[in-house]
């Protein structure tokens, strides 16, 4: 059992999407449509968050707009007092859709975009796109919902960050994520074309700095540093099983987007166990809280409480075992691996576009 209670519900309606963007933190085997919690479950799902203490909603994917359900969920997501947040691509946003969600009780609006520059951002998404991000943020604006920006940093757009900043300034954002790839997923699959040199991260990181304080007041930036080029591993949605639950679109409960790469461990779905239960009791959940799991040198660590040993997902993806340190931390003999991924070079920058079904698509 744990006294601590979720805040955060991240709603991973379906995983279909007309990106195909290679840094995509999203499962290689990617859940089809026929497999997804249908409008009831989800709603039953929203309830039951609400219940435990769940007070923020993220309405994420793929891309959410291609469930048709999607304002009766907002509605009722409202109707039980959660925040709720639309975390897309723009694509398929018309002004029909935009009202209903508006009408429905929707909060917030999150758009992604890949780049500055047109013709990159659209080879990052695999799909020319740039002409509907700008028209479904107009409505966005126009509309009057609290409106963000997320915008994926790696290799081929780090060196515009300045521009992207500014673009998102101009385009009226209240909020801008400047995360850098998380190596997850297709992110991993394509880590040597998507990694950026440690010259570029330090250039990115002054700039951010300085339009942080330049927008104040004007544009929340938040500018996440890539943690490979870090001495330590940061903390996992503030520790294991702690503040946050996401669920796939087959209804699989998980403590982080990556969970379920841990192949060690089984999650429950949401349409055989109640939140509550998982939440609780469920030995996915209870893994990795506390401390009694950890090896050395973590179990000693005076930093144990501030990062948690780091990310589960990424030392289960680099040393083959979910207990390990996280390999990012400079304090443990795994660190070799990340100093190893940093000297690949993939200068022809080749990446294997993300798919639901079929042969991965190579640009």
């Not at 995509?24 to 026929?34: F, G, H, K, M, T």
């Not at 409008?39 to 891309?63: I, P, Y």
């Not at 300045?162 to 385009?171: N, Q, T």
């Not at 089984?266 to 998982?278: A, D, G, K, N």
Request: proline share 5%.
């Amino acid at each position: 059992m744990t006294s601590d209670r979720p805040t955060t519900l991240l709603a991973e309606l379906t995983h279909r999407c007309p990106l195909h963007c290679p840094y995509c933190s999203n499962p290689l085997e990617l859940i089809r449509a026929d497999a997804e919690l249908s409008t009831d479950d989800w709603k039953r799902v929203f309830t039951q968050a609400r219940e435990l203490g769940v007070l923020q909603l993220g309405l994420s994917g793929g891309e959410p707009l291609v469930r048709k359900d999607l304002e009766e969920l907002a509605a009722h997501a409202r109707g039980i007092g959660l925040y709720s947040t639309l975390v897309t691509s723009g694509l398929g946003l018309t002004r029909k859709r935009a009202e209903a969600l508006r009408d429905a009780g929707l909060e917030h609006i999150q758009v992604s975009i890949q780049d500055s520059d047109t013709e990159s951002a659209e080879r990052i998404a695999g799909v020319s796109s740039v002409k509907q991000k700008r028209a479904a943020i107009g409505l966005v604006k126009e509309l009057g919902f609290a409106f963000s920006i997320n915008v994926v940093l790696h290799r081929a757009n780090l060196d515009r960050i300045g521009e992207l900043i500014d673009l998102a300034g101009g385009l009226g954002a209240d909020r801008l994520e400047l995360a850098n790839t998380q190596y997850y997923g297709w992110g991993l699959k394509n880590r040597a074309a998507l990694m950026p040199t440690r010259d570029q991260v330090l250039k990115a990181r002054e700039i951010a700095e300085a339009a942080i304080e330049r927008y104040r007041k004007k544009m929340q930036i938040i500018f996440v540093l890539p943690d490979y080029h870090e001495q330590f591993p940061k903390a996992c949605y503030g520790g294991w099983g702690k503040l946050y639950i996401v669920v796939a679109p087959n209804g699989q409960a998980l403590p982080c987007h990556a969970a379920n790469s841990i192949t060690s461990l089984s999650f429950p779905t949401v349409r055989e166990h109640s939140l509550e239960w998982i939440w609780q009791e469920s030995p996915g959940f209870q893994a990795f809280r506390g401390d009694a799991w950890m090896k050395e040198p973590c179990r000693t660590c005076p930093r144990k409480a501030v990062d948690f040993g780091g990310c589960r997902c990424q030392a289960f993806a680099l040393t083959g075992d979910a207990t390990n340190a996280d390999p990012v931390c400079t304090l443990t003999p795994f660190r070799r691996i990340i100093d190893e991924a940093l000297a690949e070079s993939a200068e022809s920058g080749v990446y294997e576009y993300r798919v639901l079904s079929g042969e991965p698509q190579r640009a």
